[in-house]
């Protein structure tokens, strides 16, 4: 097997791993890849996730890389009950493998209904595909009231932000060391990817366009969501009922255990709303 063959299997493989456990890190996923019979040194694991862009709990292919020039907003959902649609959108970029590579997909997600307003696919990570997602939602869905983010440099670019304040759309970015800030769409990731991405295994990008239509349809339509009480994103957008959260600090006087193996990050919790 030649190396570039090899180094795809092991890209494969932390890339499902990490979306099982986003909180490994680079020392369990050595002792994980030994388990599924790979023998590597910790430095071409953190090599292979930085590839990906891959840190323990944090979200995305350099998602979170931050721009040093642009201007970062604080964080404005903590403690907040979310309760109506159009309060509150976010959007969090993750990759998708092909057999021979890796593209990138772009979401926006209202948190009230977990409803997936548009979707994106690019082969880069320029923020023009960001813009184009958040401008279709836009003009399909109305003006939400608060429109949160990583710090990724995405969402801090002077194109992005243009779009948020020329529309009076308040803007909030997770903060920092903060990876489930933006729970909602960490959660829906791992369901694109376990119940479409992974069994599928597309190749190329065309059938990877078509697969994701038919899935985001059956996402918001047909899959009934338990936190929702059994009903579908479609349903709790348009009924304004049966939706809503809160994110409420649950570290904010200690410290993780499991800091080291963290890094920055420290965690929060949801509470639902009832409806």
Not at 108 to 127: A, E, F, H, P
Request: glycine content about 8%; some cysteine.
């Amino acid at each position: 097997m030649v190396a570039d063959e090899y180094e795809l299997i092991l890209l494969r493989l932390l890339d499902e791993e990490y979306t099982r456990h986003p909180f490994y890190g680079s020392r369990k996923m050595v002792v994980w890849l030994g388990t599924q019979g790979h023998t590597v040194n910790r430095k071409r694991v953190q090599r292979l996730m930085g590839i990906l862009g891959l840190v323990a709990m944090a979200p995305g292919p350099n998602t979170s890389k931050k721009h040093p020039q642009h201007k970062i907003y604080p964080y404005l959902l903590r403690g907040l009950d979310i309760v109506r649609p159009n309060q509150v959108w976010s959007a969090d970029i993750t990759y998708v493998r092909l057999a021979h590579g890796f593209v990138y997909l772009v979401a926006i997600i209202d948190w009230y209904s977990r409803k997936v307003l548009t979707w994106q696919v690019s082969n880069t990570m320029d923020v023009g595909f960001c813009v184009d997602c958040l401008t279709a939602a836009l003009n399909e869905y109305g003006i939400p009231e608060i429109f949160n983010s990583d710090q990724g440099s995405q969402f801090t670019s002077d194109k992005w932000l243009q779009v948020l304040l020329e529309n009076d759309i308040k803007i909030s970015m997770d903060g920092r060391g903060r990876a489930l800030d933006n729970i909602f769409v960490e959660r829906l990731w791992r369901s694109v990817k376990y119940e479409d991405i992974y069994p599928k295994n597309y190749a190329y990008m065309p059938e990877l366009l078509l697969g994701l239509a038919e899935y985001f349809v059956f996402y918001n339509g047909e899959r009934y969501h338990q936190a929702l009480g059994y009903k579908t994103p479609n349903q709790v957008y348009l009924t304004r009922e049966g939706g809503g959260a809160k994110i409420v600090d649950y570290y904010s006087n200690k410290q993780d255990s499991s800091e080291e193996e963290m890094g920055q990050r420290q965690s929060a919790v949801t509470e639902p709303i009832p409806s």
